[in-house]
């Protein structure tokens, strides 16, 4: 398993990757069924050996990738400073519920994520939540509510940490003593520089999952992407605020049903 996980990690992640270099994509996994049935041994293949199995340009790649095992760990290593780590495919806590949802192909989970928290959150039934970044005070407190009644409950509060609705259900939550994995649109040192954030995640009571490197800031792209994560992981969705057809919050409501 150890030498599984460390490949996926090389193979798909852009940790320690320069700028202009790409790693291998999750529709490239799902593509390559021989890169499946050899995760485990890629590393032992010499150059030439990747090249005759996944072709010259790819196999090329791979070596690249799989070339640079020390300074991943030592990027590794920087992140744990932060409480970060890796939540790899195939991991025990890694979300399966959520992959399995978003099955095969160029949409599917990534099979690489940076997490910050307590992980074990991702095995307690969850409610995901969606909703207006300019909530009116009828929003305002439905959120509010929402989140108070997962803590109630005993649902995990799963959502995007955008502002407005989905921090709002968050504070809610937390403040009645619940748990939340969110799934920003940034790097997750953006939300480990709130106080209370950090707090929380310190505490076991917030998880940040996120594909994102550390530092980035938000990204249009990942905003989409962590819709699908949001209803996928907890396969049922409240939506606060959506407008008919347009915007991330309908979208996100699309995906759950």
Known sequence: MQSTRMNLLLLFSRIALAPDEQALT?????KLPLLREEISRVHLYS?????????????????????????VLTELTRYA?????????GDRDYPA???????EGSQGAPLVFLACGESAILRQAALGVTGSREPDADMRRFAAEAGRACAEQGLALCEGGARGVDTLCEYA??????KCVCFPAVGLLARLAHPSVERAVGEGRLLLLSN?????????????ARNHYIAAHAGRLLAIGARDGIG??????????
Request: with cysteine; proline share 3%; net charge positive.
């Open 81 to 89: 400073a932060d409480g970060i780590y890796s939540l790899v495919r």
């Open 97 to 103: 519920t959520m992959a399995q949802a978003l099955g």
């Open 212 to 224: 994102a490197l550390p530092e980035e800031g938000f990204a249009t792209y990942r905003a989409l």
């Open 173 to 178: 939550a937390l403040g009645a003593g619940g």
């Open 47 to 71: 150059p030439a050996q990747l090249c005759e199995r996944f072709g010259f340009s790819l196999g090329l790649k791979m070596v690249r990738l799989l070339n640079r095992a020390e300074t």
């Open 26 to 30: 999750v529709s490239q996994w799902w």
């Open 248 to 257: 991330g919050t309908w979208r996100c409501a699309s995906d759950a049903l």
